[in-house]
């Protein structure tokens, strides 16, 4: 008997693991204990990363470059921003992404190669002109990084200095993801439309549904 899950059945697992982290964290903040999940964030970074490679999949060297690429660009950009508030703004990131490079977290650069390589995905969806693709899977990314910003602070993520996040963040984001997604879209082989359209919505819901606990 063939044991061996299809792809199918692959993507569905996979699916099926980034909502019940989402949900399972929401329910157990819901319960109080916000501080147990989310300082679980770095592992829930890795778990996506794990199914981004065995879905999509990234099964060449080729592909893994680029997503190192996203990552590097994301940790350059953030390396930049935390250390002379030029890019973003100024602000300093908190303790539940969990450990740093230079004072900014590893799962931030996961976080940008994730983030990436998925809202590429669902563009390629929709276009398949390489510049509107590129702007609607940055649009993508900064409608997150909208919803992120109103509950980093309380999450213990990062948080700017006064409180108020400058619009300079959002257009920088803007345009590192551009420079980014017109660098990998040409060049990205694989595709799984369905499991990244689930991850991301995954993460709208989850900071969605943040706003109201």
Partial sequence: MNTQLSHTDKTRLGIISIWLFNLTALFGIYLGYQEWFMNKTLLNMMV???????LFPLSTKKQWLLFFSSFSVGMASEWIGVHSGLLFGDYQYGENLGFKIFEVPFSIGINWGVLSFISADIGRRITKKRYLLAVIASCLMVGLD???????????????SGGAVPFKNYLTWFFIALLIHLFITPKMEGENAKFSGHLLGS?????LVYLFL
């Fill in 48 to 54: 996506y990363t794990f199914f981004l490679g065995l």
């Fill in 146 to 160: 909208i919803l992120m910003e109103i509950s980093a602070p309380a999450l213990d993520f990062w948080e700017f």
């Fill in 203 to 207: 993460q709208y819901v989850f900071f």
